[in-house]
C-alpha cells in the first residue's frame, strides 16, 4: 500500500511542529523567573542617593550606596 505525497507531508510537517513547539517550551522552562517587588529602594537609600548626587567621588559612603544601587537594577544581591 503506497501512501500519497500529500499525506506524508502532512505528517512531516505535524512532527516538526510538534518540535519546535516542545523546543520552544523547553527554553521557557529554562530561564529564571524575575522576581519584582514594588519598591525597590528603601527611604534611607533614596536620600543617600539624591545627597550623594552633589557630594561628588571621593565620598565612600557614596561609591557604596551607587554600588547597592547599581546591583538592585541588575538584578543581582548587593554586596
Known sequence: ????????????????IIL???????GRASQAPIQVS???RSAGAQ???ARCKTAGEGDEACRAAWAAARA???????S
Do not use: H, I, N
Request: aromatic share 12%.
Open 20 to 26: 519546535l513547539g516542545a523546543a520552544v517550551l523547553a
Open 72 to 78: 538592585r537594577f541588575f538584578g543581582r544581591p548587593a
Open 47 to 49: 536620600s543617600e542617593l
Open 38 to 40: 514594588g519598591s525597590t
Open 1 to 16: 500500500m503506497k501512501q500519497s505525497a500529500g499525506f506524508r507531508a502532512l505528517v512531516w510537517g505535524t512532527v516538526l
